[in-house]
C-alpha cells in the first residue's frame, strides 16, 4: 500500500532531536495471572500479533539504483518503468534516504499485551557510485511514527509521535512538533497499535531490521519487522545525482540541479 508524501520547505537548521523514552515493562496484574493458570502450562499462540509492509509507490519513493544500470536508464536502453515495484526489483534498487513500513499490532485474546521497547538492528556497506529515480509527488506519512538514524552507531531514534494525526517529516526540513511515543505501549484485541517504523540514512547502504518487545503476563516475546528475514534496504544518497520522471526527456528522466 502507497503512501504519498509532498515536496516540503528545506529550512536551515534542521530538526531537533527528539529523545524517545525506551522504559522498561510494567507490572503484570491479578487478571494476566489468572489467564496464565488457565493456560495449563500448554503451548498456546502468541496473545499478538504483527503485520508488516514497506511503502513504496512511484508517487513519493525514490529509488537508488547503481552503476552501471543507472547509465542503462539515463541512456534509454532500458525501458520507463510501469509499476514501480517492478523498477526496483529489475535494477536490484534500494529505497533512497527515508525507508517506511507500516506496522500493525493487535491483541489476539483477552489477554492485555505491553509493548516494552522498539529495537534497532542494521548492517552498514559503503554506498556504490548510482543515481536515485523519482516522480516527486504526493503528501506526507501521517500516522503515529518512530524514526531512527542507521548512520549513527549505535542506531538512534530521532524522532516520533505519539499523534494518530501527525505528519512525518524527513530530516532537513521544516516540522511540527508532537509529542514522542513512549513505552511501555499497550494494546489489546480492540485497542490495537498502527505505527509507521522510518529508518533514515545519510551515508550507507544499509539493511536493516526492528524489533518490538512485548509482555503479556508471564509471557513476553519479540515482534520482528524484518521483510521475512530479509532485512529492508535504504541507501543514502549525496553526492548521488537526483532524476525525475520526465516525458519530454529522451531517457525519460531529467537531472535535478544542484
Known amino acids: 500500500m502507497g503512501r504519498r508524501r509532498r515536496v516540503w520547505k528545506r529550512v536551515a537548521g534542521g530538526i531537533g532531536v527528539v529523545a524517545v523514552a525506551m522504559l522498561g515493562a510494567i507490572g503484570t496484574g491479578l487478571g494476566e495471572r489468572a489467564l496464565d493458570a488457565l493456560d495449563g502450562g500448554e503451548e498456546e499462540k502468541a496473545p499478538i500479533s504483527l503485520s508488516a509492509e514497506e511503502l513504496v509507490s512511484e508517487c513519493g519513493t525514490t529509488l537508488f539504483v547503481r552503476a552501471p544500470r543507472a547509465q542503462a536508464l539515463l541512456s534509454g536502453e532500458a525501458p520507463s518503468p510501469t509499476d514501480w515495484n517492478a523498477f526496483r526489483a529489475e535494477n536490484d534498487a534500494a529505497v533512497a534516504r527515508t525507508d517506511a513500513v507500516e506496522v500493525s499490532i493487535q491483541g489476539e485474546s483477552a489477554r492485555t499485551v505491553t509493548l516494552t521497547r522498539i529495537e534497532f538492528d542494521v548492517q552498514r556497506r559503503r554506498r556504490p557510485a548510482g543515481a536515485t529515480f523519482s516522480n516527486p509527488c504526493g503528501g506526507p506519512i501521517t500516522g503515529r511514527f ?64 526492528a524489533a518490538i518487545h512485548w509482555r503479556s503476563g508471564a509471557k513476553a516475546g519479540v515482534l520482528e519487522i524484518d521483510n521475512g528475514g530479509q532485512g529492508y534496504r535504504v541507501a543514502g544518497t549525496p553526492p548521488a545525482p537526483d532524476y525525475v520522471r520526465d516525458a519530454r526527456a529522451p531517457s525519460g528522466w531529467r537531472r535535478l540541479a544542484g
Open 146 to 209: 518512530v524514526a531512527a538514524d542507521l548512520d549513527q552507531d549505535p542506531v538512534r531514534v530521532t524522532s516520533s509521535a505519539d499523534n494518530p494525526k501527525a505528519e512525518y517529516v524527513p530530516p532537513g526540513y521544516e516540522a511540527a512538533s508532537y509529542r514522542a511515543i513512549r513505552f511501555p505501549w499497550t494494546v489489546s484485541v480492540t485497542d490495537p497499535l498502527l505505527l509507521y517504523v522510518i529508518a533514515n540514512a545519510r551515508d550507507c547502504l544499509c539493511t536493516w531490521r
